[in-house]
């Protein structure tokens, strides 16, 4: 008799595992590849330009005797904006996805709430949304500031835009007090002190 499930493509993201559907204590494999049609909100939702690809696959697997854990692969072709250009920029993300799902796993309550130390642990709720998870990994995956090739930050880290043919703004332009100072040096002589 086999380990596990046969893993059923399904071509959407919603795939919910109810505990009741946990009940026989063996491992479910599953696969969520989803069409251009899922694709296309999915990057609305997320900000993408576009999501080409986006494959979640992976094993659900008996943890003890009422835990569960979650062993999974991710691969997605993602387009997003350039920071500095706006230029599309592609991103190939592969990653390894893994959760713990607990029965008695205690939600810190209080007004100082600590993150836990393995943020892959999570409580096992009435049901496992697979298509979540993985939509959360796909989140936690995109770069943060994607650049195209060539294109750099300004020399302080900053990114720096401005329309075609102008200069960006730069820090001192935006300090409402900078022409005051030349004025007062002017007055003054050049002198800082006030007197002339």
Do not use: Y
């Amino acid at each position: 008799m086999p380990d596990t499930d046969a893993p059923t493509p399904r071509s959407d993201m919603t795939l919910v595992l109810r505990r009741s559907d946990l009940a026989r204590r063996s491992a479910i494999d599953f696969e969520l590849q989803p069409g251009a049609e899922v694709r296309a909100a999915l990057a609305k939702t997320l900000g993408l330009e576009r999501l080409r690809k986006l494959r979640f696959a992976g094993a659900l697997h008996p943890l003890g005797r009422r835990d569960w854990e979650l062993r999974a692969t991710l691969g997605a072709t993602v387009t997003q904006a350039c920071v500095v250009s706006l230029a599309p920029v592609t991103t190939r993300i592969d990653e390894v996805v893994e959760r713990r799902f607990l029965a008695d796993f205690a939600i810190p309550e209080g007004d100082e709430i600590e993150t836990p130390e393995d943020e892959n642990t999570e409580a096992l709720g009435d049901a496992i949304d697979l298509g979540a998870v993985g939509i959360e990994a796909l989140m936690l995956s995109l770069p943060a500031f994607p650049r195209a090739e060539g294109e750099a930050l300004g020399d302080d880290g900053i990114v720096q835009a401005a329309p075609q043919g102008q200069a960006p703004l730069q820090d001192t332009d935006l300090r409402p007090f900078a022409g005051l100072a030349a004025l007062r040096d002017r007055m003054t002589g050049g002198s800082d002190d006030g007197t002339s």
